[in-house]
C-alpha cells in the first residue's frame, strides 16, 4: 500500500519539479550570459580594497596628533599594512570558501529568480542580453560598479569612517564606564 501511495505521490510531484528545471537552467544561462561570476568576482576585489582603504586611513587618522616619532610611525604602518593585507587575503580565502559562485546559484540566485520572474521574462532577459545593447551593458557594468564605488568612498566613506569612530569610541567609553560599575 505505501509503495502504490508513494509511487502516486512520485507521478504527481515529477512533473512539478521537470517544470522547475528549464526556470533553473534558464537562470543559470541569465547569470552565465550576464557575466554575474565575473561581476561577483570583481565586488569581492572592490569590497576588499574598500576595507583595505579604511583601514589604513583608520590607522592613519589614529596616528595622527599621537606625537609619535616619524620613522617609528613608519614601521608601524607597514606592520599595520602587512598585517591588513594578511587580514584581506585569509578575507577573501574565506568568503571563496564559505561562498562559492556555484552555491550562490545553487541555493540563492535559482530560488529568488524562479520565485521573481516567469520562464517568459527569463528568455526575455537572455534575449536582451545577447542583443547589442545587452552585450554593452553587460561590458559596461564592472566599470559602472568600480566607479561608483570609488566616487562613494571620496564622496562618503570618509565623513562616515569618522562619525563611525566618533561613535566607537562614545559607546566604548559607555561600555567602559558601565563596566566599571560592577
Known amino acids: 500500500m505505501k509503495a502504490v501511495w508513494l509511487a502516486a505521490v512520485l507521478q504527481l510531484v515529477a512533473p512539478l519539479a521537470a517544470a522547475q528545471a528549464p526556470e533553473a537552467a534558464l ?15 570583481q565586488m569581492q576585489a572592490l569590497m576588499l580594497e574598500s576595507m583595505r ?13 599621537k606625537g609619535v616619532d616619524p620613522a617609528k ?6 606592520i ?6 594578511a587580514l584581506m587575503q585569509d578575507f577573501s580565502a574565506e568568503m571563496r570558501r564559505a561562498m562559492p559562485f556555484n552555491r550562490l546559484v545553487e541555493e540563492i540566485y535559482v530560488p529568488l529568480y524562479q520565485r521573481n520572474f516567469t520562464r517568459d521574462e527569463l528568455a ?27 566616487i ?31
Open 80 to 85: 599595520a599594512d602587512r598585517h591588513m593585507q
Open 27 to 41: 537562470v543559470r544561462e541569465m547569470l552565465t550570459i550576464s557575466g554575474a561570476e565575473k561581476q561577483y568576482e
Open 53 to 65: 582603504a579604511g583601514f589604513s586611513k583608520g590607522f592613519a587618522d589614529a596616528a595622527r596628533g
Open 124 to 150: 526575455a532577459m537572455i534575449a536582451f542580453l545577447k542583443s547589442p545593447a545587452g552585450r554593452k551593458f553587460i561590458d559596461a557594468t564592472p566599470r559602472l560598479m568600480q566607479e561608483s564605488v570609488q
Open 152 to 182: 562613494i568612498n571620496q564622496r562618503f566613506t570618509p565623513e562616515l569612517m569618522k562619525s563611525m569612530s566618533n561613535l566607537g569610541q562614545q559607546r566604548m567609553r559607555q561600555m567602559v564606564e558601565e563596566l566599571s560599575r560592577l
Open 73 to 78: 610611525h613608519e614601521k608601524a604602518q607597514a
